[in-house]
């Protein structure tokens, strides 16, 4: 039975790399080789990007994507640069999400319990449908951050929400109109410059820089030659005990 | 005693002191309150639409948490969130074909099965716990104080809800003999505190508070019990703009009736200074029902 399975499977990747799969494109039918990223597919079907793609690497949130499969009735999400396509995918690309930011002078915030809301009053209004995590590529309980920002725990939005890429697909399904990544990013701002332990080791090596510890080792360096500096280079230590 | 609890946001932010009393006074008594391990807002004030059904997916999957550790009851402090969740686990019980719209809905979740019973501690104080245990409990009786219990409308009305007589209740009555105080009565203890409008015409609501304040005092109440932090914000912060309209206006304190509890129950610490706007402990060391 496995076995079959397996053959099944062997043969429908081969054909679909024979094939290609089919994929729709703002409503248009094109064939594209299988195992291509929706970012790249969409370029071998001849889209450019000019907006709406970065880092290439799923961290900049660039390349939102909503798709739906042929017959499914639901809405899915992803990152056109990360996920692969898959036949029937009918796709569209969110490369940016109206969702203006709330301007603030950090310095002059304090981590209250109520200040997440007075930016961002219209967090009153989520109802807990769950619509935001359902939209979100990267996994995050989203409306559990959305609920911790309600009551005013600083700290748990900003540990749910650390994976948060800013693609903004969440905010744009939300029946309350939240700014869901506005609103995380602030609380983790706010916990970084108000809540967060202080890294001492930090301190003292910025105070010891300041001292000027390391000033007479970084003008040796400024010194170099471009042939000097290479051979430093290749014989640096990367491991204790191991050269290059 | 061990019982789910659901704290609700108030109490975790502006109303921190209504739950570390209550888990603090609970305690006393045996009772464990123990949070939900997640929840979100209760949902708050029922929606005046008659499409709503919307509104009750934050309740309903506040039961479903607890459905899904296991419990078959959910208590709460807050009147707000008792009302709201109450109200809810009613309705969809008296009506599966909305139940099962909520579910078909909320697919990320396991379906809700109904059957979760949510219970103010009030409730659990009067019929399980017993107003006999919490005056044994009590090491400092609060004696000659006399305290006016205020309910306001969450924990009264709608009728099937309302955990006691809507037109006379007596309830905090009790409570308050329990701990060796004298309640006060007063003919507008069930009325409206002017909820939301505190936002959008606090005028109004001052003016609400006043006449409030004002009954309860001219009995001779020294303070004010609640339940509810909405109405706490209204009876107790409002106060600063009841003074600006009348000068001869004496403040009064307001209590979160657990807080009353903690301090009969000898548990000072559970009574402290943040979350109040009139600052109640100089009065309680007055008149000696608190160390200095
Ligand atoms: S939380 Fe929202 S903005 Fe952040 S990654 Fe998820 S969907 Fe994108
Ligand atoms: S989508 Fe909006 S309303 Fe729904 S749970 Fe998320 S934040 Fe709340
Ligand atoms: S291009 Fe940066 S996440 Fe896709």
Redesign the interface.
């Given at each position: 039975m496995a076995d079959r399975e397996a053959v099944e499977q062997e043969e429908r990747t081969s054909l679909a790399e024979e094939l290609g799969v089919r994929i729709y494109i703002m409503g248009k039918e094109y064939r594209v080789p299988a195992g291509l990223t929706i970012m790249k597919a969409m370029e071998y079907a001849g889209y450019k990007f000019i907006r709406g793609a970065g880092c290439r690497a799923g961290f900049c949130g660039a390349c939102g994507t909503v798709y739906r499969k042929e017959g499914e009735y639901k809405l899915r999400f992803a990152v056109a640069c990360q996920k692969l396509v898959e036949d029937g995918m009918f796709l569209v690309q969110l490369p940016f999400a109206p969702a203006p930011r709330v301007s603030y002078d950090l310095e002059k915030l304090r981590p209250t319990?109520?200040v997440l809301l007075k930016l961002y009053p219209e967090l009153a209004r989520?109802?807990?449908?769950?619509t935001c995590?359902?939209a979100c590529p990267q996994e995050i309980p989203v409306?559990?951050y959305i609920?911790a920002a309600?009551?005013?725990?600083i700290k748990r939005v900003a540990e749910l929400s650390f994976d948060c890429i800013q693609c903004g697909l969440c905010s744009m399904r939300c029946?309350a109109d939240i700014k869901h990544y506005h609103v995380a990013q602030l609380a983790r701002r706010l916990y970084g410059r108000y809540l967060a332990p202080k890294a001492e080791h930090l301190a003292q090596r910025v105070a010891e820089i300041e001292a000027g510890r390391f000033d007479e080792e970084l003008d040796r360096l400024t010194r170099m030659g471009k042939e000097e500096l290479s051979k430093l280079y290749e014989a640096r230590q990367i491991e204790e005990g191991v050269g290059v | 005693m061990r019982i789910a609890y659901y704290p609700g946001?108030s109490l975790?932010?502006?109303a921190a002191n209504f739950d570390r009393s209550a888990r603090a006074a609970m305690g006393a008594l045996g009772v464990e309150l123990v949070e939900l391990e997640?929840?979100?807002?209760c949902?708050t004030v029922s929606s005046l639409t008659t499409d709503d059904l919307?509104?009750q997916?934050?309740p309903v999957?506040n039961l479903i948490r607890a459905q899904e550790a296991g419990e078959r009851r959910l208590v709460t402090a807050c009147a707000m969130c008792y009302n709201t969740l109450k109200r809810a686990a009613l309705r969809v019980e008296a009506h599966p074909e909305e139940l099962a719209k909520i579910n078909a809905?909320?697919d990320?979740e396991p379906d809700y099965r109904g059957g979760v019973r949510v219970l103010h501690l009030l409730e659990l104080l009067r019929d399980e716990v017993g107003f006999e245990a919490v005056a044994k409990r009590v090491v400092r009786p609060l004696e000659g104080l006399r305290v006016a219990p205020y309910y306001g409308c969450l924990l009264l009305r709608p009728r099937g809800v309302g955990l006691d007589d809507p037109e006379n209740p007596s309830i905090l009555e009790e409570l308050v003999r329990a701990l060796g105080a004298e309640p006060v009565d007063s003919p507008l203890k069930g009325q409206c505190c002017g909820s939301y409008h505190t936002v959008a015409h606090k005028e109004v609501v001052a003016r609400r508070a006043h006449k409030i304040l004002s009954e309860a005092a001219s009995r001779g109440a020294e303070a004010l019990i609640s339940s509810c932090p909405l109405c706490s914000f209204n009876l107790d912060n409002r106060q600063r703009l009841i003074r600006e309209l009348d000068g001869s206006f004496a403040p009064l304190p307001v209590l979160y009736f657990t807080e009353l509890m903690a301090l009969a129950f000898g548990l000072e610490e559970a009574l402290s200074p943040e979350g109040h706007y009139v600052d109640p402990r100089p009065f309680l060391e007055e008149r000696q029902l608190l160390r200095r």
């Open positions: 319990e109520n989520c109802v807990a449908c769950n995590t359902k409306m559990d609920q309600l009551r005013g725990d029946p | 946001c975790k932010a502006l997640r929840w979100n807002c949902g919307m509104r997916l934050a999957r809905f909320l990320e």
